[in-house]
């Protein structure tokens, strides 16, 4: 993987940079805060996948805590044009083979996002300690 990065997004799906409210990557951990104002916002942490690539398997070790953040679910996408939304199974794979929701047509992942959605207003912190992708 290349790049870590965070953002945060309204419950339109617009950036809503203003939600996230700190971010910091190092060796051991990318660790992202938000302070949501309502229901539907989702905050990430991001990697680049070098190369593109689909695939098989994406396995997560992490942590969200706050009373408005919800278990995570990750996205694949390329270029923010098309991409599909996977949820976590019990073990923290990510069902490939069930997308939660897709758009745009066919694609070559070019990220990897780890998101979660706020359930209502209050601070959220998302924790990622290990991203196995094959």
């Known amino acids: 993987c290349g790049d870590i990065f965070s953002f945060a997004l309204s419950a339109a799906d617009s950036p809503m940079e203003s939600l996230r409210t700190g971010f910091t990557a190092t060796a051991t951990a990318a660790t992202a805060d938000f302070a949501f104002t309502a229901v539907g916002q989702d905050g990430a942490i991001g990697v680049a996948l070098t190369p593109a690539r689909r695939p098989t398997l994406i396995e997560l070790t992490a942590t969200v805590s706050g009373a408005a953040g919800q278990r995570p679910f990750c996205t694949l996408e390329a270029g923010g044009a098309a991409g599909c939304a996977y949820p976590f ?45 094959r």
Not at 90 to 118: H, K, M, V, Y
Request: negative net charge.
């Open 89 to 133: 199974k019990a073990n923290w794979q990510a069902d490939l083979a069930n997308p939660l929701f897709c758009w745009g047509g066919s694609f070559t992942p070019e990220t990897l996002t780890i998101r979660t959605e706020s359930s209502g207003a209050g601070n959220v912190r998302l924790v990622v300690t290990d991203i196995d992708v």
